[in-house]
C-alpha cells in the first residue's frame, strides 16, 4: 500500500497541492463536484479526481474527509468555509486531523509535522484542505512548497 494525498480539486490548497503530487509523481486524488465545479470553472482533467454524482461542494468536501484515514488542514488566521467543514467533519468522526496555521508556521515545521502524524497514525490515505484561491491568494504556492517537502520526507529524502 502507498501513501496517497487526496483533495477537491478547488483552486487554491487543493490545486496546490495536486500540482506538486504530479509534478513529483506521487499519488494523488480525490472526489469532485458533478461537473468537475470550481470557483475558475471546470477542473482539468489532468487532475485525478473522480466525479461525485450529483455533489456540489460540502457533499465533496464530506467524502474526500470520510474517505481518507485523516486531514490535514492548512489555513491561515482562523478556519472558514468549507475548511472549517472538513475539521468539524474529521472531528466527530474521531478521525486524525491536523491544524496548520501557515501565518503560525514556517513550510518546514508544517510537512515535519505533518509527516509525522502520518508515521504515528499509520495513515495511507491522508485529505489535505484548505482555503481556496479567491479567499487566500497565496495558497496554491504555499501548498505547492508544502506538499513538496512533505513527499520528500514521507519518501525519505530529507
Given at each position: 500500500m502507498?501513501?496517497?494525498?487526496i483533495s477537491g480539486g478547488q483552486t487554491g490548497i487543493d490545486r496546490g497541492?495536486?500540482?506538486?503530487?504530479?509534478?513529483?509523481?506521487?499519488?494523488?486524488g480525490g472526489w469532485c463536484p458533478e461537473e468537475r465545479l470550481a470557483e475558475d470553472g471546470p477542473i482539468d482533467a489532468k487532475y485525478p479526481l473522480e466525479v461525485l454524482p450529483g455533489a456540489g461542494y460540502p457533499e465533496r468536501t464530506r467524502e474526500n474527509v470520510l474517505d481518507t484515514d485523516g486531514t490535514i488542514i492548512l489555513f491561515r488566521e482562523e478556519l472558514t468555509g468549507g475548511t472549517k467543514s472538513s475539521q468539524k467533519l474529521a472531528r466527530s468522526r474521531r478521525k486524525p486531523?491536523?491544524?496548520?496555521?501557515?501565518?503560525?508556521?514556517e513550510l518546514e515545521e508544517a510537512a515535519e509535522t505533518s509527516s509525522e502524524m502520518i508515521f504515528e497514525k499509520g495513515l495511507w490515505r491522508i485529505n489535505i484542505s484548505g482555503p481556496r484561491a479567491s479567499e487566500w491568494p497565496e495558497s496554491h504556492q504555499l501548498a505547492f512548497q508544502f506538499t513538496s517537502k512533505l513527499i520528500a520526507k514521507v519518501r525519505g529524502e530529507d
Open positions: 502507498e501513501i496517497t494525498f497541492m495536486l500540482d506538486a503530487c504530479l509534478e513529483l509523481d506521487f499519488p494523488c486531523y491536523l491544524l496548520l496555521d501557515l501565518e503560525q508556521l
